[in-house]
């Protein structure tokens, strides 16, 4: 075959490929060969394939097994549907407008068709490309918001720092979460690696048709190795992926483009690289048969073994990601074996030629990397959607696959031969042991060997002579106590008599009571009453039973249950041999010679039509899973993977498995330099040409930094010319001025309210009679203290006994062990400076300044403390004291009463069910005070505290948020999800991105709340609206874009501070036990 019937071949079949997915698409139908069926029976025309398919499900024939499977005869097909288990049911259209919607079907076909041929673009490629536009336009716009933004792409490049070596991170540039996690898993494939940053482009490209490999492949090719350079050399904790996205856009709407959908992006990407590699291997290797290196790496070869018509065939086809259905299975085992047969398979291995039709898979060729699609997503027909199917799906760390191989055909036959017949086996077995765990007749059933345990007990209790109704006293009260009026016939009496009179006439007056009795007669109320009657049996028991009767039902009853409960513990033990050899069926050495380690993981969260993706990866050099979350590349742990993609835990599984031959250590081995045999690491893995590339955009980031560092430089300069003129403002201001009151601060401060280093935002005061009266008195009382205690009266003297003084009250205080409500930290500034340790000479300087303060020249006294404190002020010498650090703690003293303020507003407000204006205090709090806590374990407040009101006040929004959906009314709609939109889930990344369990179960309980909506019935409007919403909510990105601005800090006193904080942490500084 020429190489030019080969291209037009393997165009034939994409176009193929293109009608199956059309059709699938319209009908609903996923059975390849009816599919195929249709197809050619209508010369390839979907409007009679469409006729054919429901004309053919209005008969409902049976299937015809000479249809049942066509093996492709092409071996360059590499996206055969293998081991599809496709259900086989077809969308109904026959109904009485059948004609209609069949011209409506074949209108809508006919449009789709034409505009396919104009343009050579199908549906699915131009939605896709409208989806990526608008992820990249996304992205464009958010570079160019003015809007605040807190924690997101933060302004200070030391925060985008990559530490060391750590793994290089991906933005998502706008609903490519999909795109970092397939670039990763592959990107730590080393040998796949070097072999994308060693491509060369063929040298002959510009000679080439512009077709399209050279609009495509190539440029894609190109922008893969710059993003893989960067992730090998970059300096930046992350890095942006656009140009590789864009190129995918464009991709989309080339004429030979066949993507279907997202989820094909890795079978795409493979294809490009295939394409790209060729080209350049029939240029190096002309006239031999070039090698491929993707085609090594990651295409594998199958053997089909099958009945057609009793005919038997045998065909070799290609294969590169292996399908597997995930319905119905419990492991990936599981879904191997059943992917691995089709169909009746007896006539393969009986002499007779029987018409039976099936086949068998047989691997002759596994690739290097072995990769698993999980098929999770399925189309429900009756809603007319896809849904996800979220069943748990085990599966190892170390797969073997040798009863998979060609070569281990006939022994793997002989041993499923020998599973098949111990199922059969096992199968009787646990429907023989349920006969003993669920026995009896009615709707309820009960273990046998309790069965007869009870009547054991009910034969055992001791008899009674009455009926359970004769001998409760009907005129006594619920408590048991005997009321007023007596019955006929007393209970003592009624006990006296005979059985045959008991049941007799004498027992008429008890039956029948007289009209007065029947409004009185007492009646026991289980819910309301505190206990039962005492004269009521605790148990049934036999009327009459003799002692011999008792024996020999004793007896039998004992020997019986001895029997059961042998018979089923000798059942639940061969049950469990069973089991045992069924998972040891594999385990001898011949079976285990192919070893595949799993090497990622990549993970889908949420549902069939939103959600988000990461991937786990393993580090075989750190001997630990990573977890590669766009722009967050963390540590992991086998535990984690398994909880996050087994499934049936969370919205949360496995959607593609990506194992690699253990026998293979090239896989990810490092690269050795060859003259000095030293490992090959960062820039020097890289070619020359990608060496500059990464050199320019690390040089363009250390001049972000150096600018950054440039800016922070003349901000400190100017706070420090502000605070030097302020100091020469205040001593100006303290030589002229009068004794006329000033308001009380802590700092030397001047009168200009308009000065930088005006007095301190936390002893700014309304009126002289608060946080300056009370810092007044202090003061006061400590000079009065020192003058009783001091003989010498000189006022240097009275000063340094009243400083000496006031540091040790002030000393007990920072020293005691008090509750939360208590914090004496906010009472004084001193406090904290001791707590957190900070220099001796800043504390002596803000406590002279304490002093020094002129509203305490009420007397001589006091006066001339004042004057002496204002002259040793004045005598410290700059080297003394550093006033950019005297200044760097008061500031720090500042953020800590601000970030007290927003904390106790917020719980304020929480406690009276205010969460929206609640949320942004706790969660700015929260922030500040983790800043805080990272300075000093005494520099901020209670972090689990603030951690449990915030995630509490998201939650709270968000089940009001989804009680205001449920409504269905438009205004309560809009307000729900505008909560969500702009209050809950800008908030969502900040309880992700420290990955502790209770903020993670919190986010997960808020998405399974909005995921309960998606299998409900609601109006179509609301289900859009949902359809637009949820993708949003399950962005696992811990990117934050846009934020709303801090809120407004109101103004306290100390006093005034200090009682309400004092209330509300006595209210609410106990952190509850918290349930999921």
């Not at 066509?70 to 109904?95: E, F, H, M």
């Not at 020997?559 to 033990?573: A, K, P």
């Not at 406590?847 to 009420?858: K, S, V």
Request: glycine share 4%; charged share 25%; with cysteine.
């Amino acid at each position: 075959m020429t190489v030019e019937q080969n291209v037009l071949q393997q165009h034939s079949q994409k176009h193929q490929q293109t009608l199956l997915n059309q059709l699938r698409e319209v009908t609903g139908t996923t059975d390849v060969q009816l599919l195929q069926q249709a197809l050619q029976v209508s010369n390839g025309d979907l409007a009679e394939a469409v006729a054919f398919l429901t004309e053919k499900n209005a008969k409902v024939p049976q299937q015809d097994e000479t249809t049942y499977y066509q093996t492709s005869q092409v071996a360059s097909d590499r996206y055969i549907s293998v081991g599809s288990q496709a259900d086989t049911n077809v969308i109904d259209l026959t109904g009485d407008d059948k004609d209609d919607l069949q011209r409506a079907i074949a209108l809508s076909l006919e449009e789709s068709s034409r505009a396919f041929r104009e343009t050579g673009i199908t549906d699915e490629e131009q939605a896709i490309s409208r989806v990526l536009e608008a992820s990249i336009a996304e992205n464009k716009a958010s570079l160019k918001r003015t809007h605040t933004e807190v924690w997101s792409d933060s302004p200070n490049p030391y925060d985008r720092k990559r530490v060391d070596t750590c793994s290089v991170g991906l933005k998502n540039v706008g609903n490519t979460c999909w795109f970092s996690a397939v670039i990763q898993s592959l990107f730590n494939l080393l040998e796949f690696q070097r072999l994308v940053l060693n491509y060369s482009p063929p040298a002959q490209v510009h000679d080439l048709p512009r077709t399209q490999k050279e609009h495509r492949n190539l440029p894609f090719m190109q922008e893969l190795r710059n993003l893989f350079s960067l992730m090998v050399g970059s300096k930046r904790k992350y890095v942006d992926p656009s140009r590789a996205v864009e190129i995918l856009k464009d991709a989309f709407k080339s004429s030979e483009a066949q993507q279907q959908d997202v989820s094909e992006f890795t079978h795409k990407l493979l294809d490009w690289l295939e394409d790209a590699f060729q080209m350049k291997a029939e240029e190096d290797r002309e006239g031999e048969k070039p090698k491929n290196p993707m085609v090594e790496l990651f295409y594998g070869r199958f053997l089909a073994v099958g009945v057609l018509e009793g005919k038997k065939f045998e065909n070799t086809e290609m294969f590169g990601q292996y399908p597997l259905q995930v319905n119905g299975f419990k492991d990936l085992h599981e879904c191997l074996e059943a992917a691995m047969i089709e169909g009746e398979i007896e006539s393969l291995h009986s002499a007779e030629n029987s018409a039976r039709s099936g086949q068998e898979h047989w691997f002759t060729e596994l690739p290097p990397v072995l990769t698993f699609e999980l098929s999770r997503f399925e189309f429900n027909q009756a809603l007319g959607r896809p849904e996800k199917i979220h069943n748990k799906l085990e599966f190892p760390s170390m797969l073997y696959m040798d009863r998979y191989m060609d070569r281990n055909r006939e022994t793997t036959r002989i041993k499923r031969e020998e599973i098949r017949r111990l199922k059969e086996h096992l199968t009787l077995l646990q429907q023989r042991l349920e006969r003993y765990l669920s026995y009896g007749s009615g709707p309820k059933r009960f273990p046998l060997a309790d069965v007869l345990q009870y009547a054991m007990e009910f034969a055992s209790s001791k008899p009674v002579c009455t009926s359970p109704v004769e001998d409760i006293d009907t005129s006594a009260p619920p408590g048991g106590t005997t009321g007023q009026q007596l019955p006929s016939q007393s209970t003592t009496e009624q006990d006296s008599l005979p059985a045959a009179e008991s049941s007799g006439p004498a027992s008429a007056p008890t039956t029948a009571p007289t009209a007065a009795q029947q409004h009185r007669i007492p009646i026991h109320k289980p819910f309301t009453q505190s206990r039962l009657p005492p004269d009521l049996p605790m148990h049934p028991a036999p009327r009459h039973i003799s002692d011999e009767e008792l024996r020999v039902l004793e007896g039998c009853l004992h020997r019986w249950r001895s029997e059961v409960e042998n018979d089923t513990r000798d059942l639940q033990g061969s049950i469990n041999r069973i089991h045992r050899t069924v998972e040891l069926m594999y385990s001898d050495k011949s079976m285990m010679q192919v070893p595949y380690r799993l090497h990622a993981v990549l993970v889908h969260e949420g549902q069939a039509n939103a959600g988000h993706y990461w991937a786990y990866i393993y580090d075989p050099h750190q001997r630990c899973w990573m977890k590669y979350n766009d722009i967050s590349v963390t540590k992991s742990s086998w535990e984690e993977l398994v909880r996050d993609s087994f499934g049936g835990y969370r919205n949360a599984s496995a959607y593609c498995l990506m194992y690699i031959n253990d026998k293979k250590p090239f896989l990810i081995e490092e690269e050795f330099d060859k003259e000095t045999g030293q490992i090959l690491s960062g820039m020097d893995k890289l070619p020359p040409d990608l060496k500059q590339y990464v050199k320019g955009d690390n040089e363009m980031f250390e001049k972000e930094i150096l600018e950054w560092d440039t800016l922070q430089a003349r901000k400190a300069q100017q706070e420090k010319q502000a605070l030097a003129a302020a100091l020469a403002a205040a001593a100006a201001a303290a030589a002229s001025s009068t004794s006329s009151p000033q308001p009380m601060s802590i700092e030397s401060s001047p009168p200009d309210n308009s000065a930088p280093q005006q007095d301190p935002e936390y002893m700014e005061q309304p009126s002289p009679t608060n946080d300056s009266k009370q810092l007044q008195e202090d003061t006061e009382r400590a000079i009065s203290r020192a003058a009783s205690e001091q003989e010498a009266r000189s006022p240097e003297a009275l000063l340094n006994a009243a400083i000496k003084l006031e540091y040790a009250r002030l000393l007990r205080f920072a020293q005691e062990d008090t509750p939360l409500e208590n914090d004496y930290r906010i009472q004084h500034i001193i406090v904290y400076f001791i707590q957190n340790q900070a220099p001796k000479k800043i504390l002596e300087r803000t406590l002279l300044t304490q002093f020094a303060d002129r509203n305490l020249a009420f007397d001589e006294r006091c006066k001339s403390i004042m004057n002496v404190a204002r002259a040793k002020l004045d005598l410290i010498k700059p080297e003394e004291v550093n006033m950019d650090e005297y200044e760097m703690w008061h500031q720090a003293y500042r953020n800590f009463r601000e970030t007290t303020i927003s904390m106790m507003t917020g719980l304020e407000l929480f406690q009276k069910t205010n969460y929206i204006d609640a949320l942004m205090y706790l969660i700015y709090a929260y922030q500040y005070n983790k800043e805080l806590l990272s300075k000093g374990l005494y520099r901020g407040h209670d972090e689990e505290l603030l951690g449990h009101y915030r995630r509490q006040c998201l939650l709270k929004l968000n089940e009001q948020a989804a009680a205001m959906f449920e409504s269905g009314e438009e205004a309560e709609v809009n307000t729900g999800l505008g909560i969500m939109n702009e209050l809950v889930v800008p908030c969502i990344p900040l309880l992700l991105i420290h990955d502790t369990e209770r903020d993670l179960l919190a986010v997960e309980d808020m998405r399974n709340r909005w995921c309960s909506y998606l299998g409900q019935e609601m109006e179509s409007n609301l289900q859009e609206r949902l359809t637009d919403f949820l993708p949003k909510l399950l962005d696992c990105s811990t990117e934050i874009k846009s934020f709303h601005d801090p809120p407004k800090l109101p103004t306290f006193s100390i006093l005034e501070l200090s009682e309400r904080f004092r209330l509300v942490m006595a209210a609410m500084g106990r952190v509850p036990t918290e349930g999921r």
